[in-house]
């Protein structure tokens, strides 16, 4: 599975955290490759009380930087007021400074609850956000991935495979 925006985040946590109307209090990890292809889905905690700084340790030791290049995490809750006062926004931003260190990249954050998610990164479409045009665009018959080429005739212009 290629990850394309980051509501496939929100898509790929809200069965762990919303749960027959309910939510758990679960602190959700989602790793991605260097290709934007999904590594993993990974319960952090089940015991997650609106802070991420008890588990900075536990999400950097969950990341496989063999295998993982990019992550997410989601948790229930809202985010109240302006967004970059509250102090898990500084929580992210040192849980994404850490990350950086490894090498990995802190691509999304959401907090969900019973009816809908909030996220305090990018929610559409990576290819859209001009902060991520480092990213490995995937909108392109996803031509970045080693398992599957563009072998259209009349390709794209813009497709990295054409003619290939």
């Known amino acids: 599975m290629i990850i394309q925006?980051?509501?496939?985040f929100e898509i790929l946590a809200r069965?762990?955290?919303?749960?027959?109307g309910a939510l758990l209090p679960r602190l959700v990890l989602i790793g991605l490759d260097?290709?934007?292809?999904?590594d993993d889905v990974h319960v952090i905690t089940e015991e997650f009380e609106g802070?991420?700084?008890?588990?900075h340790d536990a999400v950097l030791?969950?990341?496989d930087t063999e295998f993982t290049k990019y992550f997410a995490i989601a948790h229930p809750g809202?985010?109240?007021?302006?967004?970059?006062?509250?102090?898990?926004?500084?929580?992210?931003d040192e849980l994404?400074?850490?990350a950086a260190e490894r090498g990995l990249r802190l691509i999304g954050h959401f907090a969900l609850d019973e009816t809908g998610y909030m996220s305090a990164r990018a929610h559409m479409y990576f290819d859209q956000y001009p902060s991520h045009n480092d990213l490995p665009r995937t909108m392109l018959?996803?031509?970045?991935?080693k398992l599957l080429r563009c072998l259209c005739a009349r390709c794209d212009p813009l497709c990295q495979t054409a003619g290939a």
């Open 61 to 63: 030791a969950a990341l």
């Open 141 to 145: 018959h996803w031509s970045h991935s």
């Open 96 to 98: 994404e400074s850490k």
């Open 5 to 8: 925006a980051g509501f496939d």
């Open 78 to 92: 809202r985010f109240t007021g302006y967004i970059q006062t509250e102090p898990i926004m500084d929580e992210a």
């Open 34 to 38: 260097a290709e934007m292809q999904l």
């Open 15 to 20: 069965p762990l955290i919303v749960q027959h």
């Open 51 to 55: 802070s991420l700084a008890p588990f």
